[in-house]
């Protein structure tokens, strides 16, 4: 009787075991190789882009027209291709802005971004795709974190591509603004100068965990314990290390976060321990009424003014 309960119990630990590995692989792959990547869909997102922000579509053409928008690709240490598009002021500048897409986007889905710079405030501008999505290869999508090592190398190619004496602001939204404050806990080039960051998360323990319970009624154990560890066995990082707060942390430079007030995907609650965790100089906007990512959108004017003024008081 105690041999069978023995071996009953040894294979209720196998299905167990077998059950979580296959969860595991399942979640790895929802989250960081999606189905539906739609920032691989290149026409599809200059149809988004040109829908929703049909303001930008003067300023597109006009740069296509004479070829001012344009590609570049760089092979990173681990020898992943990486992409991004690059455009010069209107007139010869120092001033430079590198602007990171969220998570599932690509370069093209940021150009409302780009137009801010570019054609209101008349900076230089480059923007990354971040591996595995856009024209970038890599395995998997990183999250922003082995993403912070690619977007460091990018703000490097963009100081020399506009003359080496630039004065840089890194931008980001959502997965982007997660790897701007990532970045932003980097050791960093005398050339930057301040980051922005729309709607980042704290961590990707805190937004993937926050996920599987919205999505999938699921507490984090044991689940997110054992995608963590696939995770850094397949590609070299975990959830818990990859932290936009500990980076922020580490971060001298000043830094404007944005979040909208009705954000429930990245919920608005993220915003605070990462302005708390900044020292000064920091400023905080919370923007009425906007769903995730939506806060340019939304306040399109307001959200350039407050842009405008914050760089400016570093970027001259």
């Known amino acids: ?21 296959g ?10 190789r999606p189905e539906h990547n739609k920032g691989k ?4 997102s200059y149809e988004y882009m040109l829908s929703e922000y049909p303001q ?7 740069l296509q027209t004479v070829g001012a928008l344009r590609d570049t690709f760089i092979i990173n240490p681990e020898g992943v291709q990486l992409h991004a598009i690059y455009a010069a002021a209107p007139e010869p500048t120092h001033k430079t802005a590198v602007i990171v897409h969220g998570y599932t986007d690509d370069c093209i ?8 710079y570019n054609k209101d405030l008349k900076y230089n501008i480059l923007l990354p795709d971040l591996q595995n999505q856009g024209l970038s290869g890599g395995p998997a999508i990183q999250m922003g974190w082995k993403d912070r090592l690619d977007v460091l190398r990018w703000m490097d190619i963009a100081n020399d591509i506009y003359g080496g004496n630039t004065q840089m602001v890194v931008h980001g939204i959502s997965m982007g603004a997660a790897t701007t404050m990532m970045v932003s806990g980097e050791p960093q080039q005398p050339f930057v100068k301040c980051f922005v960051e729309d709607c980042g998360y704290t961590s990707v323990w805190d937004e993937f965990s926050y996920e599987l319970k919205g ?9 997110m314990y054992t995608t963590s560890w696939l995770c850094n066995a397949k590609y070299g990082w975990n959830f818990k290390e990859a932290s936009s707060l500990n980076q922020v942390r580490k971060c001298k430079l000043p830094m404007f ?6 954000d429930t995907y990245v919920p608005t609650w993220m915003v605070f321990p990462l ?10 906007w919370l923007a009425p009424g906007a769903t995730h990512a939506m806060s340019y959108k939304d306040h399109p004017e307001e959200y350039t003014e407050r842009v405008k003024n914050f760089v400016g008081k570093y970027i001259y």
């Open 23 to 32: 969860a595991s692989f399942y979640m790895l792959g929802y989250s960081l």
């Open 215 to 223: 999505q999938f009624g699921l507490p984090p154990f044991p689940l």
């Open 109 to 116: 889905r940021m150009l409302m971004i780009g137009y801010l």
């Open 41 to 44: 869909d290149i026409p599809g």
């Open 275 to 284: 302005y708390e965790a900044k020292s000064e100089p920091k400023e905080l």
């Open 1 to 21: 009787m105690k041999k069978g309960i023995k071996y009953s119990l040894l294979g209720l630990l196998a299905v167990i075991i077998i059950a979580l590995t």
């Open 56 to 62: 930008i579509k003067p300023w597109i053409d006009s």
């Open 257 to 262: 976060f944005i979040h909208g007030d009705a």
